[in-house]
């Protein structure tokens, strides 16, 4: 079965809500994070957007899901980072951890911010303003607490001490991810331990094949990790089950695939992005395309992807048919293993 050697699933939830009430969307995504957390998924990660009627700070949010929830992983998927301080966004990261029990998960990404001209404010204290993966790598540090000078600060209301990230989350920095979709991207990212993300968008570069492309960014991530800790790959697929939707959530899956279907025929724009169908269908049509889909074999976590603009009810049905139907692939390798041993036994 397709599922079989997945060791972890998680879902993406883009937390949208409605302008007039963002109260609501905010607690429908919290709800579905307990519901993802009742059903054994491994983590739930959150995107963050400015500008945008969604998730605009990851670290805020999941603060009040890690109150909401025991043991489910929560994760950020990404945070641009051409919009933050990083020091600053280690302190939010680290006080979540410390309030999860370490169950954080970070997602970030570099480049300069998209809408930067209108909100962010790029000078920081010593007028840093590289927007490269030299930021992502000060964030790193910052989550390690190291000391940021050796004379200790005078004239707070502590007292004299070493100056260094405050709370300390031990192992956070071990646990940061990066959102890579080109070759140099992936290179990077293994040689400055973070860990892969990957979905449903790569570049191109030097083929027209997803897939390939995919398989290339993988590899390069691997070859390229140097680390003593184990290397790994997160890989995000848009899937929408439809055993347990509605006539109109079908439909409504349906056309959103198709709306989405002509990006994935050819290389999209200068960079050669390419695209990734969506999976719609019954149980048995995802097993099915999932057992054709090349690169699933090359990893051992996978997340499924939530469109945006959704509502609440689609997204409790999507991730509760897709928890089914892996808890029904693994049985289904559990008792195939258990037919195979009997009869070795009896052999």
Do not use: C
Not at 72 to 92: K, S
Not at 121 to 141: I, K, N, Q, S, V
Not at 200 to 219: C, K
Not at 284 to 298: E, H, M, N, Y
């Amino acid at each position: 079965m397709p599922l079989s050697h997945i060791r972890h699933i998680a879902f993406l939830v883009p937390g949208s809500y409605e302008d007039d009430d963002p109260a609501k969307g905010l607690e429908d995504t919290l709800r579905l994070i307990e519901l993802g957390e009742a059903l054994s998924f491994d983590s739930a990660w959150v995107r963050q957007r400015h500008l945008e009627r969604g998730i605009s700070s990851a670290s805020t949010f999941l603060a009040a899901a890690t109150q909401r929830t025991k043991r489910i992983g929560l994760g950020t998927a990404v945070i641009q980072l051409g919009y933050e301080n990083p020091f600053r966004l280690a302190e939010d990261l680290s006080t979540v951890d410390v309030l999860s029990g370490g169950r954080l998960q970070v997602g970030v990404s570099v480049g300069p911010a998209p809408f930067g001209r209108l909100i962010a404010d790029y000078a920081d204290a010593d007028g840093d303003a590289d927007f490269g993966h030299g930021r992502a790598e000060r964030l790193a540090r910052a989550l390690r607490s190291e000391p940021l000078s050796q004379d200790p600060l005078s004239g707070n209301a502590a007292g004299a001490q070493v100056p260094r990230l405050r709370p300390h989350a031990p192992g956070l920095a071990d646990r940061l991810w990066y959102g890579g979709g080109s070759q140099a991207s992936a290179a990077w990212a293994g040689r400055a331990g973070f860990h892969l993300l990957t979905g449903n968008i790569v570049s191109g570069e030097d083929t027209d094949d997803f897939a390939t492309a995919q398989t290339r960014l993988i590899e390069r991530f691997r070859r390229e990790w140097v680390h003593e800790r184990s290397a790994r790959v997160a890989l995000g697929r848009v899937i929408l089950p439809t055993d347990g939707a509605s006539a109109a959530q079908r439909r409504r899956y349906a056309d959103f695939a198709a709306s989405r279907h002509e990006r994935t025929l050819a290389p999209q724009g200068p960079r050669r992005t390419l695209f990734r169908p969506d999976i719609v269908g019954s149980g048995s049509d995802i097993l099915a395309a999932l057992g054709r889909d090349p690169v699933l074999p090359l990893v051992s976590e996978l997340r499924l992807e939530l469109p945006y603009e959704f509502e609440a009810e689609d997204y409790a049905q999507i991730i509760t048919d897709f928890a089914r139907l892996s808890a029904r692939s693994r049985q289904v390798d559990r008792d195939a293993n258990l037919a195979r041993g009997a009869r070795s036994g009896s052999g």
